[in-house]
């Protein structure tokens, strides 16, 4: 009741009505234009009356706008302590500028932790930095370990096609290579000095000579035993015979036939005992002929000892007696010396071949070539120039590229390889140290996640052919020896891909027991902006960007809070910071400033909207245009504008959508349109669910819900998903149901439980803008604005324009927490307060929807009633 009086000023109304609800009451008043707007009336003399039933539906209430202060949280440039950037100590580690707590701890306990499996993988979105991260934090680490060891492969004498493995001490491997590069440039000119050297040809000659003189004894005595008997020792074609002797000369077949019998007989017999002596004799030559080939071996034996002892006691007095080198060289020097004839005359098989112009390859010629690669060393893994422990990033994670490969050379239509091809692979380069791997490239490369497992599992690199494990080729290749693996893998990917393999791979718990999860967004407080402050210092300096002025430091802060969407975080991506950095230095380039400011990294951010919306620009233009219905003026019942957010790629917007509700009698169903056509998705078909629970629990708890509602987004020709609608939703079936209009100057956004609570939701940023965008290109009147979840006040960083509309009253935010709330905003009615049977007053919105929901339930039994009247009829 107001009371009698010449004028009641300074209140405000909200709701909706027209001048004639006023007549007979008042003497005078100013219609407010808007829901919110001071109403000044000057009631009639003894005007006694109840003002509710005059307004019918008005209501003088004040409702809560959010300040300008409340939607946007700036940096306060005057706390920054510099002028630019360049005055700041500048921070290049990541992993100090940026703080990821839980993420640093893993890395700490996941390196720190020696036990088999504990190997870490780090999650977060694309563009956390997590490769740098993790790359930095390691290599500050390892800095202090052992260095590593050096790895080569050597030729095995024994198997030829199992090549032996050599663990040498840090920058032992390349020395040792180049010594066995300088004895085999020697060797051949040491052997040939040797034996070609006087001494060893009178040793030669003594040996071959005292051969000679045995045969020739031999041949002696043969000839004076034949003498003897009357008979000649000749040396034919066939070999030795013998013939009689008549005189000194050798007799003639005729002369021979000539004799008596009995001399005839006797010369026979003689010729063919002289002839099994001589045999006898000679069967004793292969013997004496190996005899003086073990000798002559035993020479060069000795010779070539002779010659390559020196050099070979060099390299072991190096190798400081190590047993694996020790063992390599005697096996090179015991081949050399097996070899010695080949290698001499290796000479006369090149000129041969530069004859025939056949190009000398790998086991081509099989001269001394092919003998000499034998006794090279093949450096697997030199650590000459570590710093420590190694950290290694291998960007191309193909499955030899991380275990190694064996290498062929195509020669006559063949493959050939030898240990000399054997190459190195990620793990061998990162042994004893850390590999860091991106997760997706590991898992999309054939065999690469299968061959990785492997190794962790069995703690040893084998190199093996990817062809040669699925049988596809048949060709002989190398086995080399297994090496011994002490690493620890770092695998970055975004955390689906995490959770996946944590789902799937049941190996993978076993070998990545350590989670670094990395944060988007860290506490924008004094000791965390003076860290991500010097950060940026160091990606000015790092890519020598121009120093950035505190304004532009600020504007980026500020920034940073916009892209998590939150007043009291900053985000952690970056590569969009690092990217919006160059861009800045560009334009503050382009506007001929030394340094970058406010202005300079607004425009960056515009530009690069500017770059990404022209779908949103298309949007807008079709609302503009009424192609897209969408009404910012007005009221309207059943109808009301929700909000949604559009992604493509990194950039976000939002847009309106006009949304509308029918009702009828029916069976307490409220059907989604969207859901029945499938372009719902199941959280927003969730939240439509909500609506009928809220319904039935708060107006017809008692009896059934008789009414059957349907709700449809309009013009939406794609899917529909999450529940952020579900608020305009229920205020739109409200207005439906008691048939009071809604102000069509304002959006909604929020999602709403079945208690009536309007819960928090995501882009509410992007969303108010959207709507922003529209009303201000049909012009800003004051009465439009946006109701968003209270929630979601703290979220708010919103457009610099957004903000001034906002300052000057022009645009209008209300944070609202309960639909009740939300209702009398956008109705301008109370919405009531049930007594204690439930009832609640008939002029609120609460107590028009249980009207009419009760005369839907009445006339729902009565049609029921009617029915079986008929039926019994």
């Not at 052992?146 to 030829?160: G, I, L, R, S």
């Not at 010729?271 to 073990?294: C, I, L, V």
């Not at 020669?411 to 990162?430: C, E, P, S």
């Not at 919105?845 to 009829?873: C, H, P, T, Y």
Request: net charge negative; hydrophobic share 35%; aromatic share 8%.
């Amino acid at each position: 009741m107001l009371p009698a009086g010449p004028a009641v000023s300074g209140l405000r109304l909200s709701g909706y009505f027209t001048a004639e609800s006023f007549t007979g009451v008042l003497s005078g008043c100013r219609i407010p234009e808007y829901p919110g707007e001071a109403l000044i009336i000057k009631l009639k003399p003894a005007a006694d009356f109840n003002f509710m039933q005059v307004l019918n539906r008005g209501v003088f209430m004040d409702h809560r706008k959010l300040s300008p202060a409340e939607v946007y949280q700036g940096c306060d440039v005057l706390q920054l302590s510099f002028e630019t950037t360049d005055e700041l100590q500048a921070l290049h580690d990541l992993s100090q500028g940026v703080h990821q707590p839980r993420a640093v701890q893993a890395l700490k306990f996941g390196v720190g932790i020696r036990q088999h499996g504990y190997n870490i993988f780090a999650l977060g979105p694309s563009g956390m930095g997590k490769h740098t991260f993790a790359r930095q934090y390691l290599s500050r680490k390892f800095e202090d370990y052992p260095y590593p060891a050096d790895w080569c492969y050597v030729n095995n004498f024994e198997t030829p096609g199992r090549p032996r493995l050599l663990h040498l001490p840090r920058a032992w491997g390349n020395s040792l290579a180049q010594d066995m590069e300088k004895i085999i440039q020697e060797v051949p000119n040491a052997l040939k000095g040797a034996f070609e050297s006087e001494e060893y040809q009178n040793r030669v000659q003594a040996i071959q000579q005292e051969f000679k003189d045995y045969q020739q004894g031999v041949f002696e005595d043969l000839q004076e035993k034949a003498r003897q008997r009357n008979l000649s020792l000749l040396k034919t074609p066939s070999g030795l015979s013998f013939a009689p002797v008549q005189n000194g000369e050798i007799m003639s077949p005729e002369e021979f036939q000539k004799l008596d019998e009995d001399r005839r007989k006797q010369l026979e017999k003689d010729m063919e005992e002289m002839q099994k002596e001589s045999e006898r004799m000679f069967q004793r030559f292969p013997a004496w002929q190996r005899d003086m080939r073990q000798k002559l071996e035993e020479l060069n034996h000795e010779v070539a000892q002779y010659a390559l002892g020196p050099m070979i006691n060099e390299i072991r007095e190096k190798s400081q007696h190590n047993p694996d080198v020790s063992s390599f060289l005697d096996a090179v020097q015991e081949d050399i010396i097996k070899n010695v004839q080949t290698i001499l005359e290796g000479d006369k098989h090149k000129a041969q071949e530069q004859k025939q112009q056949h190009p000398t390859a790998m086991g081509q010629s099989g001269g001394r070539e092919q003998i000499m690669r034998k006794y090279r060393v093949n450096v697997l893994v030199d650590n000459s120039r570590a710093q420590g422990a190694p950290v290694i990033y291998e960007d191309n994670p193909t499955y030899a590229n991380l275990v190694g490969r064996v290498e062929h050379q195509s020669m006559m239509g063949a493959l050939i390889t030898d240990f000399n091809l054997v190459k190195q692979g990620a793990l061998h380069r990162a042994n004893g140290g850390a590999l860091i791997l991106d997760a997706y490239k590991v898992l999309t490369n054939p065999g690469a996640w299968d061959g990785l497992k492997r190794a962790l599992i069995s703690q040893q690199i084998k190199i093996e052919s990817l062809a040669e494990m699925f049988s596809l080729i048949s060709t002989i290749s190398l086995e080399p020896e297994p090496v011994p693996m002490d690493i620890k893998v770092i695998l970055v990917g975004s955390p689906l891909i995490y959770y996946l393999l944590n789902e799937f791979d049941p190996e993978f718990s076993k070998l990545f027991k350590v989670a670094a999860d990395f944060d988007t967004r860290m506490d924008w407080d004094g000791e965390h902006q003076e860290l991500f402050v010097r950060f940026m210092a160091g990606v000015a300096q790092q890519e020598k960007l121009k120093p950035f002025h505190k304004t532009g430091v600020s504007r980026l802060l500020e920034h940073s809070a916009r892209k998590v969407q939150d007043q009291k975080k900053l985000s952690t991506h970056i590569q969009g910071l690092t990217d919006l950095m160059r861009e800045a230095d560009y334009w503050a380039g382009e506007n001929g400033r030394e340094n970058v400011v406010e202005a300079d990294v607004e425009q960056a951010i515009n530009a690069s909207v500017f770059r990404s919306d022209l779908m949103r620009e298309h949007i807008q233009e079709a609302i503009q245009r009424d192609i897209m219905l969408i009404d910012t003026q007005g009221w309207q019942t059943g109808q009301i504008n929700g909000l949604s957010v559009m992604g493509l790629g990194d950039f976000m917007f939002g847009r309106p959508h006009r949304i509308t509700s029918r009702i009828r009698l029916g069976k307490g169903e409220v059907i989604d349109i969207e859901r029945e056509a499938k372009l719902s998705g199941p959280i927003h078909s969730k939240g439509v669910l909500i609506l009928s629970g809220f319904l039935g629990a708060r107006y017809a708890p008692d009896r059934p819900l008789s009414l059957s509602a349907s709700l449809v987004f309009e013009q939406s020709y794609s899917g529909i998903e999450g529940d952020s609608a579900s608020s305009a939703e229920l205020f739109c079936l409200l207005s439906a149901i008691s048939g009071v209009p809604i102000n069509q100057a304002l959006a909604v956004t929020g999602s709403v439980n079945q208690h009536g609570r309007i819960q928090a939701i995501g882009g509410v940023n992007e969303k108010i803008e959207g709507f922003f965008d529209i009303c201000r290109e049909r012009g800003l009147n004051r009465r439009q604005g946006v109701l968003i979840p209270e929630s979601n006040t703290a979220h708010l960083m919103l457009r610099r324009d957004v903000v001034q509309a906002v300052e000057t009253g022009e645009f209008n935010i209300y944070p609202v927490s309960s639909v009740d709330q939300g209702m009398e905003i956008l109705t301008g009615l109370p919405a009531g307060e049930p007594d204690e049977n439930g009832e609640y007053p008939g002029d609120s919105i609460n107590g028009l929807v249980q009207k009419r929901l009760r005369e839907l339930s009445d006339k729902r039994m009565q049609f029921a009633s009617g029915r079986e009247q008929g039926g019994e009829s």
